[in-house]
């Protein structure tokens, strides 16, 4: 899936502007870290590609189809072709591991035999197999995030948006994180990723957009966290 | 599709077994509440009725009206729409009542003879504002010597009973009111409790559907028991106080002065009623405070 941002402005009350006219392209099976201090506007780039949020002006296309022709009713289709992995998990608590990878694939109406199946593999990618039938309450903060990373991945999306992944986690537990993104990432999905880790964002030689007060001030194929 | 999201509303009832039950009493004691209300207001109108019915005009004949005469008129007026019923009264039957009410007095009674009073017609209506009418209507009538009725103390008796049933109906409406807002603020709680669980699957990619019939059926299931039960227990109660003999022979309805109903087809409406309101109010109330958490 190719991602087009044009002139994308995101304003919020009081005139307070959280992207200003920002363009970009994201070519299929790229692998992008959003940079930027907090207040950048990376959540709020974040949550205009699945649509939690409007643009005020601009467009944002996904294989040019204009998100803002998406109707309301339609926006969960647009959310199966988008995996989507939050800082704060946001796992479902009263759901074990398997349920809460399972209730992804259960939105989409799969059957039992399909959810069967894909959960166990898509937990095994993430190392979780073991954790199938723990509560979300006895994991550690990278197992949540792993978690919350097959469930993005249990409906197959074309593209994978990270938003802050290893915001909540230890050092440790983000470069698990980190390599299994890498990896999903070489069996071909676009991955976004917004983070102000500097550490993780050198070491992995990306494209790498930097935001400031909601432009963007560079775009390197291979950046760093600097420049 | 209907069948998973009747599933997934089991599922949760039987995940959250307190809170079901929780709803389940707090929506069963709201409806019974409703329900003895509305026992209780139709009750008082029933009673009223009986006195309206109660009050009536005495049609006096003159001496020389034959008896068979008097019972052709009392036929007449029995096939009248708005007479709810007559009774005659023959010139014995007025001296045996006047001996009765004046057996204390010997020298009273030694100087009346039957023949001096007036045979009669007491006619009651079955609406208490159709009675000076018809009291104008039988001073027409051939041998008629005098129509009798309290027209001021009726005319007071009908304003009152006119602010009584509005009054009833004002309540319960008002109750009514308290007792839904009662309900959808439980379903409201129920499903703010799990409103991060909602925005959640909706980000997943849930459809509204997905997100809101489970708690819809959920809310229907509250709904339906707990007005289930109340209304078996309003229907006991008020079959075993008819059987016991505590209530007028029938119930009548406020503005409705022909409307008469059994206390079973009374118990039986009530209990329709309160299920009723209860599948409405659970299923519909639902979909109003899950509303909130399909804009994600």
Redesign the interface.
């Known amino acids: 899936m190719q991602i087009d941002f044009r002139d994308i402005t995101k304003e919020y009350e009081q005139q307070v502007k959280a992207l200003d006219n920002i363009s970009f392209g994201i070519e299929r099976g790229e692998f992008v870290f959003i940079v930027g201090e907090s207040g950048a506007g990376k959540t709020t780039l974040i949550k205009l590609l699945i649509k939690e949020e409007e643009p005020t002006a601009g467009q944002i296309l996904f294989d040019d189809v204009d998100l803002s022709a998406i109707l309301k009713d339609d926006i969960s289709q647009l959310r199966r072709r988008v995996g989507v992995v939050f800082q704060d998990f946001k796992l479902l608590e009263s759901k074990d591991v398997f349920e809460n990878v399972a209730i992804a694939l259960d939105v989409v109406d799969s059957n039992d035999d399909v959810i069967k199946n894909v959960v166990p593999n898509v937990l095994s990618l993430v190392g979780l197999t073991h954790k199938m039938h723990s509560p979300p309450s006895k994991l550690s903060g990278g197992e949540k995030q792993r978690v919350s990373i097959a469930r993005a991945l249990a409906h197959e999306p074309d593209v994978l948006i990270a938003d802050e992944p290893t915001g909540m986690i230890d050092p440790k537990s983000a470069m698990e994180i980190m390599e299994i993104l890498e990896k999903i990432n070489s069996l071909g999905t676009t991955v976004v990723m917004a983070t102000h880790n500097r550490d993780i964002v050198d070491s992995f030689k990306k494209r790498v957009i930097r935001l400031e007060k909601g432009k963007i001030i560079s775009d390197k194929k291979k950046g760093t966290y600097a420049q | ?1 209907h069948n ?1 999201y009747i599933k997934n509303a089991f599922n949760n009832i039987k ?1 959250e077994k307190l809170l079901s039950i929780t709803n389940i009493i707090v929506m069963g004691i709201t409806f019974l509440l409703l329900g003895v209300f509305l026992s209780v207001v139709v009750l008082t109108q029933t009673v009223l009725r009986d006195f309206e019915r109660q009050a009536q005009v005495t049609i006096f004949f003159k001496d020389e009206i034959p008896e068979n005469k008097i019972l052709e008129i009392e036929t007449k007026l029995k096939s009248d729409e708005r007479i709810f019923a007559t009774n005659y009264i023959s010139k014995e039957e007025a001296f045996n009542i006047f001996k009765e009410l004046n057996k204390d007095d010997p020298v009273l009674l030694e100087s009346v003879t039957s023949s001096i009073l007036p045979a009669s017609l007491e006619v009651q209506a079955k609406d208490l504002s159709s009675l000076p009418r018809l009291a104008e209507e039988f001073k027409g009538l051939d041998g008629v010597e005098e129509v009798r009725f309290f027209e001021d103390v009726i005319s007071r008796f009908k304003k009152f009973s006119t602010v009584v049933y509005s009054i009833g109906f004002v309540l319960v409406f008002l109750f009514l009111v308290i007792s839904y807002a009662v309900v959808l603020s439980t379903l409201r709680m129920t499903i703010n409790s ?1 409103g991060v ?1 909602l ?10 559907s ?1 997100v809101k019939m489970p708690l819809m059926y959920q809310g229907l299931f509250y709904g339906f028991i707990s007005s289930l039960i109340s209304g078996f227990i309003l229907f006991v109660i008020i079959i075993v106080l008819s059987k016991l003999g505590n209530f007028p022979a029938s119930f009548g309805v406020g503005f409705f002065p022909n409307l008469s109903i059994s206390h079973f087809v009374f118990a039986i409406l009530l209990w329709l009623i309160l299920i009723i309101s209860g599948c409405v109010l659970g299923y519909f109330g639902s979909l109003f405070a899950v509303k909130k958490y399909l804009k ?1």
């Open positions: 599709m998973k995940k799990k669980e925005e959640i699957i909706k980000l997943v990619g849930a459809r509204n997905y994600y």
